[in-house]
C-alpha cells in the first residue's frame, strides 16, 4: 500500500525540490549580458580620454604625448573606415596640440587644435574627415575657437571668446551655430548674457546648452535649448 502524504506536506516537497533545482542549476539566475573591453595608453601616450562614441561605436579620444605634452587625437574603429584599419588610430597633425570633442555617424570630427601664430595658448576648431584637417575660426576678432558638437548633416555648435565690451584685455565666452549652408547664429541665447555655451547639436539643428546670466536678468548659470530656427 502506497504511503500517502497531507496535501500540504506534498506541497511542501515539491517546493523544497523546486529549489534544490534552481540552486543546481543556477536556472533563473540573472547573466550579465555585456562585455567591457579597455583601452591601454598608445604607445608614447598617456591619459587616454574618451570624448564622444557614434552610433557605429567609433570613438575619438586625446592622450598626453610624453616627448611634447602635446594633446593628440586618437579615433578608434571597430571596423576598417576612413582609409583607417580598423583598432586604435593615431590622427596626427605635426607639432600641434588636437583635442576632439565630438563625432558624428558620417566620421565628421570636431574639436579645437593649438593655433600655429605666436600668441600664446591661443586655439582654434576644426573639423575632420577622411584623414583631412579643416581649420574653423571666427578671425581676428575671436580667439579659442572649439567644436564641440556635430550632427549627422554636417552642422556645428561650439564656443569662441571676444574680447569684454569696455575692456578689451578680458575675454567673454560666445556659443556658436553652423548649419550645413554656411549661415552662422552667434551667442544664440541673447545679447544680455556674460558667457554663454553651445554644447551639443541634434539632427534636427536642437542645441543645448548654458549661459551665464548678466544682472539685468539675474545672476547664475542656467540651461537653455535653442530650436534650430535661423533667428533665436
Not at 45 to 74: C, Q, S, Y
Not at 87 to 115: F, K, Q, T, Y
Request: proline share 6%; aromatic share 12%; net charge positive.
Amino acid at each position: 500500500m502506497k504511503k500517502q502524504f497531507p496535501p500540504f506536506v506534498l506541497k511542501q516537497k515539491v517546493l523544497l525540490l523546486f529549489f534544490l533545482f534552481v540552486a543546481l542549476t543556477g536556472f533563473g539566475a540573472t547573466t550579465n549580458k555585456y562585455t567591457v573591453t579597455e583601452f591601454d595608453n598608445p604607445s608614447g601616450h598617456t591619459g587616454l580620454r574618451p570624448t564622444d562614441i557614434n552610433n557605429k561605436g567609433e570613438i575619438v579620444f586625446w592622450a598626453n604625448n610624453d616627448a611634447t605634452g602635446r594633446r593628440k587625437m586618437f579615433i578608434y574603429l571597430p571596423v576598417a573606415a576612413y582609409g583607417l584599419p580598423a583598432g586604435m588610430n593615431l590622427i596626427d597633425l605635426a607639432d600641434r596640440s588636437v583635442e576632439p570633442r565630438s563625432i558624428n555617424d558620417n566620421g565628421v570630427v570636431g574639436g579645437w587644435m593649438a593655433a600655429t601664430d605666436v600668441v600664446p595658448n591661443r586655439t582654434m576648431g576644426f573639423t575632420w574627415q577622411n584623414g583631412v584637417f579643416q581649420e574653423f575660426n571666427f578671425g581676428s576678432t575671436s580667439d579659442n575657437t572649439t567644436v564641440r558638437s556635430v550632427n549627422n548633416s554636417g552642422s556645428l555648435a561650439g564656443t569662441y571668446e571676444v574680447p569684454r565690451p569696455g575692456n578689451p584685455l578680458l575675454k567673454v565666452t560666445r556659443g556658436f551655430v553652423r548649419t550645413t549652408n554656411d549661415a552662422v547664429i552667434l551667442n544664440p541665447v541673447s545679447a544680455n548674457t556674460n558667457h554663454t555655451y553651445a554644447i551639443a547639436i541634434n539632427n534636427s539643428n536642437y542645441v543645448a546648452g548654458n549661459y551665464e546670466a548678466h544682472s539685468t536678468v539675474g545672476i547664475g548659470t542656467r540651461g537653455y535649448i535653442w530650436d534650430g530656427a535661423l533667428t533665436p
